[in-house]
């Protein structure tokens, strides 16, 4: 039997694994049973997980995938090299279940009474699934004549074993695999008396010693090919686990999984986006227009730059969008999306990824308001905090329901949610970074439908630059294989070239980055103060409250100012005795104080965020959660220093509509930035603003980060030259080339804090983000409840939790383990690790949670 089932041309006539010949079939064997509902045969089960396979190849576009990998690993080969490459990868996925022909699983799983129990009583199928399909093409490409080839098919012939054996797990070290692989192969699986041609192996030379050696082989030729591998095995390994899991839901549920969220239609959207009235004023200006003082001018030019140099460099991977904070990225951004897909019919999705909630609700606002509510509410955001989307009963045009919610299709909610199945995707690199880098078979569930797709990564100055380097060799890589197109947005980034190490170089979309940063718009919208630097740390807090009392007074009398002020501090500690010593020297008829940190639930920071845009005479006192992006507006600003990215980006918060006279951030250093940015290279004090470093405060004021990146890049540099686990040939070796999953994610994970939290929840009542009023006990019983409905679908539970889950945000608060222990926590209920207070009420002060208050009622007791 060949496969040509709903496929495209590339795994046409693909011979696929002769079920009904090397099968003993005398007996029905099963897939799934359900309650009264017929089993599901296993050979219908392996068809449909093909024809899955099919349909998913059809609708993301695959076959381009598949040849960038076959001219990567076989260039110049002849087909029928290829051809059993290709027959390797499709009977991988139809092979990934044949190990349920064991006895002992149709009669303990299946409850199929045909059978009988052998005396292992071993019901896996998952480890002999493996043995078949390595069995089975072991022997294929002892064929393989050429020495060079045959190391290859030899390689891939474990990875492909090794996906099948854990795809109802997750991805472990390789080498664990092949160990207790290699024991295996040496015993007669009575387990597999159905499978007619089982060989039993003298694995006396060695398996995993053998397979070292092919690899060796290859690393000698091309150091940095395990990307290729790693990224291989990742990718085989998610489309197996979608393909099977879609299978599997269709027998389950009844209904076939038809709809992958494709943005198969780009024009409604491009459409909406050039009538919105800010492209229809872009579009007017010309390209060469002088600013003479206008921002927008200069927005708009960024804007038509970057939209020409894209279009004449198509057939690139990965661009860098350097632009200065507030020069409008984020609308550059969707239109450099939306004319990829415009020219490149193959993509068909949109992934915005951000470093921050706030960042994801902020965009997501912007993006419906752009494109109207009908396309907006296609949109999927993906974070921990956002509910599942619900999809209701179809209308009369075949679209899905977005507002009827009397009868929800819960298994199309979730699934949309696991698999990302939505034309336009918001969510966290956190969650971008579980996809490419993850061990956990949910979490790599997207990395299918990310193939394909242009992804947008906004603020990445904020990621972990001592893997930046690895970042960037991923990424491209990743682009590489499964056709990413990859927007990198920031206003300071080194030279992302540097830290390449093959010949793909990233494409710059704004040629002459000095045009803008350097233009009075820009660069002189802010002066910069750093006087209270000279300061004595002791000094600085009651010379700062201060100096924010005299400017906010002299900023009062003046009628051509707003009196808007920003105080950032790196502690929340500092920030809330700050606000608390505000509120207590200053008349709150005269200038309103609000206070804003990671603690507040969303509803109050857009209460705060609109306070702030529309009210005059206002003071905020905030951590770094207003730095990046947040979009208000500011007369002048007061920061604790910390890193040179976030001191550019916190300039990106004043004057940012260039309209504002007197405009003035004035530096202080009060707190060190040792427990934020732990083991950041930017911190050392070479590197940071003080009062003696003059050569970063030029910097700052001149925008020349590429003079500030090169120190940097030197540090990392060195330290990866070390012979340490730092040394990035060292990580290649120890950990790409074995194929240690998880130690490869550690080495990626993008926040590096160890400390262990607690979670606190408050009974109170508060105002949801919709106006809706939130009663903290009622949200608690909910959750108790949905916990232990044991009736309940897997599906609904998991949708309804993530409704519950959302209200729930509103609040739980977190401290460190080590204050929660030194408090001795007195709460009313415990569920799990979540601490329940029934009057949550009396820790806040000022509106605000109080962990002065929880530790003062701790004392007394």
């Known amino acids: 039997m060949s496969f040509s089932k709903k496929v495209n041309s590339y795994f046409e006539k693909t011979p696929v694994f002769d079920f009904a010949g090397l099968i003993e079939t005398d007996k029905p064997f099963y897939a799934h049973i359900k309650d009264e509902k017929k089993a599901e045969n296993l050979q219908e089960h392996l068809d449909l ?22 001219k990567n690993f076989f260039p110049d080969c002849a ?81 492909n074993t090794f996906v099948i054996q854990k795809h109802h797990g997750s991805l472990t070290e390789f080498s664990v695999f092949l160990e207790r692989f290699e024991n295996d192969l040496s015993e007669t699986r009575e387990e597999l008396e159905a499978y007619r041609n089982l060989t039993t192996f003298d694995t006396a030379a060695g398996l995993g010693l053998f397979f070292e050696e092919r690899l060796n082989i290859i690393h000698k030729n091309n150091p940095w090919k395990c990307v290729d591998f790693y990224i291989y095995t990742r990718f085989l390994y998610a489309i197996l686990v979608a393909c099977d899991f879609y299978a599997t839901s269709e027998y389950m549920n009844g209904a076939p999984v038809d709809d992958f969220g494709v943005l198969d239609d ?228 080194p030279d992302l070239n540097r830290l390449s190490v093959g010949d793909e170089k990233v494409t710059y979309l704004v040629k002459n980055r000095e045009f803008y940063f350097q233009n009075p718009l820009f660069k002189d919208r802010v002066e910069l103060d750093f006087s209270m630097l000279e300061l004595e740390p002791e000094e600085t807090f009651d010379a700062l409250l201060k100096k924010v009392l005299e400017v906010s007074n002299a900023l009062r009398k003046n009628p051509d100012a707003e009196n808007k002020i920003v105080v950032e501090f790196i502690k929340k500690a500092s920030a809330v005795d700050f606000y608390n010593r505000l509120k207590d020297v200053v008349e709150n008829d005269r200038v ?10 969303k509803a109050e920071r857009k209460r705060i965020i609109s306070q702030v845009r529309t009210a005059e005479n206002i003071i905020l006192v905030a951590t770094q959660v207003i730095e990046a992006g947040v979009d208000i507006d500011m007369d002048i600003g007061f920061k604790d220093t910390s890193i040179l990215d976030a001191e550019e980006q916190f300039l990106g918060r004043i004057n940012r509509s260039c309209r504002k006279k007197g405009a003035v951030v004035y530096f202080f250093n009060l707190d060190s930035p040792d427990m934020i940015y732990q083991k950041d290279i930017r911190k050392a004090d070479n590197l940071r603003l003080t009062g003696a470093n003059k050569a970063m405060q030029e910097i700052l004021i001149n925008k020349e980060f590429s003079k500030f990146y090169a ?151």
Not at 109 to 137: I, P
Not at 386 to 411: A, N, S
Not at 592 to 601: K, N, V, Y
Request: with cysteine; hydrophobic share 40%; net charge negative.
């Open 79 to 159: 087909r029928e090299t290829v051809s059993l490459w290709r027959e390797m990868i499709l009977n991988t996925l139809y092979l990934h279940d044949i190990g349920k022909i064991n006895p002992n699983f149709q009669r303990g799983k299946m409850q199929n009474k045909a059978f009988s129990r052998t005396e292992s009583n071993n019901q896996n199928h998952s480890a002999f699934s493996a043995r078949v399909y390595f069995d089975y093409y072991y022997q294929k490409i002892d064929a393989v004549e050429d020495d060079r080839q045959y190391d290859l098919f030899f390689v891939f012939l474990l990875l």
């Open 266 to 493: 780009v024009t409604p959207y491009l459409d909406a986006f050039n009538a919105d009235p800010v492209t229809q004023n872009i579009r007017k200006i010309k390209k060469d227009q002088a600013p003479d003082g206008d921002i927008n001018i200069l927005r708009s030019r960024l804007f038509l730059e970057a939209e020409e140099n894209l279009l004449h460099s198509q057939k690139d991977n990965v661009y860098y969008l350097e632009a200065p904070t507030g020069s409008g990225k984020t609308k550059t951004s969707i239109n450099l999306a939306l004319q990829l897909i415009k020219k490149d019919q193959q993509l068909n999705r949109i992934l915005y990824v951000f470093p921050f909630n706030t960042l994801v609700e902020q965009t997501r606002d912007s993006l419906e308001e752009c494109f109207g509510k009908a396309l907006g509410e296609k949109m999927g955001v993906i974070n921990s905090i956002t509910p599942i989307k619900k999809y209701g009963e179809t209308t009369d045009e075949g679209e899905w329901d977005y507002t009827r919610q009397d009868k929800i299709d819960y298994e199309k909610s979730l699934l949309a949610r696991q698999f990302m199945h939505y034309p336009i995707v918001l969510t966290t690199h956190v969650k971008f970074f579980e996809g490419i880098f993850g061990t956990g078979r949910e979490a790599v569930f997207p990395l299918a439908h990310l193939a394909n797709s242009v992804i947008i990564l906004d603020e990445i100055q904020s990621y972990k630059n001592r893997i930046w380097k690895e970042i960037i060799i991923f990424l491209k890589a990743y682009a590489r294989i499964l056709n990413f197109k990859v927007i990198i947005m920031s206003a300071t980034l």
């Open 711 to 861: 120190c940097v890049l030197e540090g990392l540099e060195a330290q990866s030259r070390k012979e340490n686990d730092l040394n990035l040939e060292v990580f290649r070796d120890r950990h790409l080339w074995t194929f240690n999953f998880p130690e490869i994610q550690e080495r990626m994970r993008l926040i590096d804090d160890n400390r262990r939290k607690v979670s606190l929840f408050f009974n109170m009542r508060v105002n949801s983000e919709d106006g809706e009023v939130l009663v903290g006990s009622a949200v608690w019983k909910s959750y108790g409840a949905l916990l232990q409905d044991a009736a309940m679908s897997y599906a609904e539970k998991r949708v309804r939790l993530s409704e519950v889950q959302a209200k729930m945000d509103y609040f739980i608060y977190e401290i460190d383990k080590s204050f929660a222990d030194a408090c001795v926590l007195c709460q009313d209920e415990l569920l799990g690790e979540l601490y329940y207070f029934k009057d949550g009420e009396r820790f806040f002060e000022n509106g605000k949670f109080s962990r002065e208050k929880l530790k003062r009622e701790n004392d007394f007791l």
């Open 592 to 601: 309103s104080i609000e206070l804003m940190t990671g603690d507040d639930h």
């Open 49 to 70: 997980t093909l024809d899955y396979f099919g349909l998913l190849c059809r609708e993301k576009h695959l076959e381009s995938v598949f040849r960038c990998l076959e």
